[in-house]
Antibody, heavy 122, light 108 residues
Framework: QVQLVESGGGVVQPGRSLRLSCAGS????????IHWVRQAPGKGLEWVSL????????FYADSVKGRFTISRDNSQNTVYLQMNSLRPEDTALYYC???????????????WGQGTLVTVSS | SYVLTQPPSVSVAPGQTATITCEGD??????VHWYQQKAGQAPVLVVY???DRPSGIPERFSGSKSGNMATLTISSVEAGDEADYYC???????????FGTGTKVTVL
């Protein structure tokens, strides 16, 4: 069955860095775009970033552009989110999410991980 | 940036119908998808491409779209439908994924 497992969350001071990982299994990883979506405590869903199936296209929310970098290693079935210059407002549960359409235009998310919690606090 | 607006809350009695709206500029030209998120859980897709239902989602969940508004309708509401619901589109003009503001459905 399709699984997405996030790791790498934790408590970090403002201005520091953190790298999240998302390991996929149960599907042909290299055929699907992967998103990161976050949810601050008690708040709604916020899209963060997307990498295309081959890593050739990468997109970012305005709130993280220039600070976060998404990448993927299809040989390891893993997507990464490098988060630099972290701010308290980046505190959230970060979900790794599969885009449903293989090799196609971006659409909806059919599988979500359980999330990894990032807390930015001094 | 593109914005999707939902009512913050909807209350409905068991067995009645809940209607959740999602407004966005020119939403008619975009595909709208809906997610259910129960407390402490990851979101689950309940409607995609405006009206389609994933396998395993009850027929009580249906989607529609007209003008600048998309709608998720939950018929014969059950206590287990109590959750937050989000609409979502891919905005190709900005290459951004956009989620609605979210609607909390309370079953009375």
């Amino acid at each position: 069955q399709v699984q997405l497992v996030e790791s790498g969350g934790g408590v970090v001071q403002p201005g520091r860095s953190l790298r999240l990982s998302c390991a996929g299994s149960g599907f042909t990883f290299s055929r699907h775009a992967i998103h990161w979506v976050r949810q601050a405590p008690g708040k709604g869903l916020e899209w963060v970033s997307l990498t295309s199936h081959d890593g050739g296209n990468k997109f970012y929310a305005d709130s993280v552009k220039g600070r976060f970098t998404i990448s993927r290693d299809n040989s390891q079935n893993t997507v990464y989110l490098q988060m630099n210059s972290l701010r308290p407002e980046d505190t959230a549960l970060y979900y790794c999410v599969r885009d449903a359409r293989p090799l196609g235009t971006y659409s909806y998310s059919d599988y979500w991980g359980q999330g990894t919690l990032v807390t930015v606090s001094s | 940036s593109y914005v999707l607006t939902q009512p913050p809350s909807v209350s409905v009695a068991p067995g009645q119908t809940a209607t959740i709206t999602c407004e966005g500029d020119n939403i008619g030209s975009k595909s709208v998808h809906w997610y259910q998120q129960k407390a402490g859980q990851a979101p689950v897709l309940v409607v995609y491409y405006d009206t389609d239902r994933p396998s395993g989602i009850p027929e009580r969940f249906s989607g529609s779209k007209s003008g600048n508004m998309a709608t998720l309708t939950i018929s014969s509401v059950e206590a287990g439908d109590e959750a937050d619901y989000y609409c979502q589109v891919w905005d190709s003009s900005s290459d951004h994924n956009v989620f609605g503001t979210g609607t909390k459905v309370t079953v009375l």
